[in-house]
């Protein structure tokens, strides 16, 4: 379905550990769109009848799978038609027409496509990204105004700092801790809004955050939960 047919963009984030992908295209926008999957860990197969030289390399390396032809709809179907469908689409070429190709071969078989700078040529957009170890911030405009998600996107890179990854380094780790030793769930939800209290940013901010953090955890370690955060939230 087109997004100009589209009321509502339902927001997601995918695990694309193992999942495959095609990439259609081999120039500077498509290596762009590759590196992104790398790093969520997608199995990714770019076709293209010439690509650039990382393209290229990282081809060499077994990083990614390159066929060297131009777009075929039978390539979205596998070697032999028994390969697993591909998760995701990306048509990333400066051809209009063919990126037009991909996208109704795509929407013919039901998979998810997006076609870089043409949103009412996708079925899925890919949003302007903050990230900070844990933390990942989406902005989209809904193909309105990339322009406008990427000057939001980097307000939110100014808003929030590199501490934030450490911070919520933190909070998952006393999580875990707190879970294995509270059952009772309610009462874990109020330790971790106590938690949410702390100025533990500020200290990040001024240095004294790692021995404050292992005498949490040493105190976590041999008393009870609620009476060490309880404590610990009186000086934080």
């Known amino acids: ?15 694309m550990q193992g999942r495959r992908c095609l990439v259609v295209g081999g120039g500077q926008v498509a290596e762009r769109k590759v590196h992104s999957l790398l ?46 469908p591909y998760t995701l689409i990306v048509a990333a070429t400066n051809d209009a027409l063919v990126n037009r190709q991909v996208y109704e071969a795509a929407s013919r078989q039901g998979q998810l496509v997006n ?10 957009i890919v949003p302007s990204v903050v990230r900070r170890g844990k933390l990942v911030m989406a902005v989209s405009t809904g193909g309105a105004s990339p322009s406008a998600a990427r000057k939001i996107a980097q307000e939110l890179d100014t808003m929030y700092g590199q501490e934030y990854e450490s911070y919520l380094e933190f909070l998952s780790d006393v999580r875990l801790i707190v879970q294995a030793k509270i059952e009772d769930m309610k009462a874990r939800q109020l330790l971790f809004k106590e938690m949410l209290e702390w100025d533990v940013l500020a200290r990040i901010r001024e240095g004294t955050f790692e021995s404050w953090k292992d005498e949490l955890f040493t105190a976590l370690e041999n008393e009870s939960a609620q009476s060490v955060i309880m404590a610990f939230g009186q000086q934080a």
């Open 39 to 84: 790093q969520a860990g997608a199995q990714i197969t770019i076709v293209s009848q010439t690509f650039t030289d990382y393209l290229t390399h990282i081809g060499s390396r077994k990083e990614v799978v390159l066929i060297w032809q131009s777009f075929d709809e039978t390539i979205m179907l596998g070697e032999s038609h028994k390969a697993a």
């Open 115 to 124: 076609v870089v700078d043409q949103p009412m040529l996708s079925s899925f």
């Open 1 to 15: 379905m087109e997004l100009s047919k589209m009321s509502y963009l339902y927001p997601i984030m995918v695990n």
